[in-house]
């Protein structure tokens, strides 16, 4: 575990949205797209762009983990963030417009209009309206040049990994895959009162994890999927609504406890209880739980 007072001291730079000096650098280029249960705040790196409270404002903070520093960016009613090397991207809770903020330039401005959802990948903003039709649309952020990929189904939500796009129409509760390089599209798990969802790749190939969301007992089962063999399993069910990777393995919070799933050796562990909180982000190495605007920051235990 992290040393507390270190951890506070983290907590309070968060908190008070301490200034950094100059202009601020994100070097890591690691893509981090948009999952279901990241509204309020995503990771690149040692760097969280989130959803935050300075002098009584709400708005978009950036904070650097290792350096203990923080700014506040934009204010308003923030939340769908998305980081890309030197660019965050958000929305605002009333509207459908997507905006980007760039780190370099210091300022903001509307990118895409008519979007529900969206995930930042490979350099490209894929995205879907209320249209809900059978395609996903797509912009180029090098060349600004807009497109759409054909699907077999409508796309009532997605998820985009290295491996393909993923996606469930919610007609059928089809849980459909679409690799990029073919058209070809398969059916990885059949329900019928069920959804699969926040698909995340695990150790970055065609292997994943995701959520089977039960609505009529709300209860939800966190499932991997071995794609060389087709095969699911399934590690845990409950009341939880999100997940993340964490090294080898996926966390989430059960009933007010963090669970920690060892998926490859299918044994699941006990990581410490959380006190009441409004909502909660789960990280890759940490929890940020939300009372109210105000975020805290409970780091993991060390992952060997």
């Known amino acids: 575990m992290r040393n507390r007072i270190v951890a506070f001291f983290l907590l309070l730079a968060l908190l008070l949205g301490l200034s950094s000096c100059g202009k601020i650098q994100v070097e890591d280029t690691f893509t981090n797209g948009l999952k279901w249960g990241n ?5 690149q790196g040692d760097w969280i762009a989130l959803r935050g409270e300075e002098d009584g404002k709400v708005g978009l903070v950036l904070y650097n ?21 030197n660019k965050i991207f958000f929305k605002y809770l009333q509207g459908s417009e997507l905006y980007c903020y760039d780190l370099a330039e210091k300022s903001y401005s509307e990118l895409l209009s008519g979007v529900m959802a969206y995930q930042v990948h490979g350099n490209t903003v894929y995205y879907i309206t209320d249209e809900h039709g059978a395609y996903v649309y797509t912009f180029d952020l090098t060349t600004g040049e807009g497109g759409q990929i054909d699907l077999k189904h409508t796309a009532n939500a997605f998820w985009i990994t290295d491996h393909g796009l993923y996606y469930h129409d919610d007609t059928k509760d089809l849980f459909i895959v ?29 292997d994943i994890a995701f959520l089977i969301d039960n609505s009529g007992t709300q209860q939800n089962t966190l499932c991997t999927y ?43 562990y006990d990581w410490g209880s959380l006190e009441e909180y409004d909502y909660l982000q789960i990280m890759s190495d940490s929890l940020i739980l939300y009372t109210g605007d105000k975020p805290t920051i409970q780091y993991y235990p060390e992952i060997k």
Do not use: Q, W
């Open 39 to 43: 509204t309020l705040a995503t990771e």
């Open 65 to 85: 983990k290792k350096k203990n520093d923080s700014r506040f960016l934009v204010e308003g009613d923030i939340y769908y963030i998305a980081m890309l090397g």
């Open 178 to 206: 679409k690799p990029f390089e073919t058209d070809l599209e398969s059916i990885i798990y059949r329900g019928v009162y069920e959804h699969c969802r926040d698909v995340v790749s695990l150790n970055g190939g065609a």
């Open 226 to 268: 071995d794609a060389e063999n087709a095969k699911i399993t399934k590690h845990l069910s409950g009341s939880f609504t999100y997940f993340n990777v964490a090294g080898d393995r996926l966390i989430t919070v059960n009933d007010h406890t963090i669970v920690s799933v060892d998926y490859a050796n299918r044994k699941n």
